[in-house]
Nanobody, 128 residues
Framework: QVQLVESGGGLVQAGGSLRLSCAAS????????MGWFRQAPGKEREFVAA????????NYVDSVKGRFTISRDNAKKTVYLQMDSLKPEDTAVYYC?????????????????????WGQGTQVTVSS
């Protein structure tokens, strides 16, 4: 049983920072790419960032490039999303996800259909 638990969300002013964490259990997490997605009220879930199984490849949606950084610590089975220079439009529920199948070390998928396991989400609210 794969379990993903996010933490670190909260309320922050525009220009501030937050770091989200996602703790994985239930299988060897280092065999799988990991991603972060978000869903704002009234909008579809969108891809934010992904990282390959080794951490050597990362992938970001254009709107967060240069502001967000995804990383992972395989020894701790944890993935992080460092969010800097936050904007009100970053307000959403953020979800951690793990791919359903292993990929090679160079793949960091952006399509949600590649992910088979999801966390419960953590709310991020950025005030103007």
């Amino acid at each position: 049983q794969v379990q993903l638990v996010e933490s670190g969300g909260g309320l922050v002013q525009a220009g501030g920072s937050l770091r989200l964490s996602c703790a994985a259990s239930g299988r060897t997490s280092s065999d799988y790419a990991m991603g972060w997605f978000r869903q704002a009220p009234g909008k579809e879930r969108e891809f934010v960032a992904a990282i390959s199984r080794s951490g050597g490849t990362t992938n970001y949606v254009d709107s967060v490039k240069g502001r967000f950084t995804i990383s992972r610590d395989n020894a701790k089975k944890t993935v992080y999303l460092q969010m800097d220079s936050l904007k009100p439009e970053d307000t959403a529920v953020y979800y951690c996800a793990s791919t359903l199948y292993p990929f090679n070390n160079y793949v960091a998928p952006s399509r949600s259909r590649e992910y088979g396991y999801w966390g419960q989400g953590t709310q991020v609210t950025v005030s103007s």
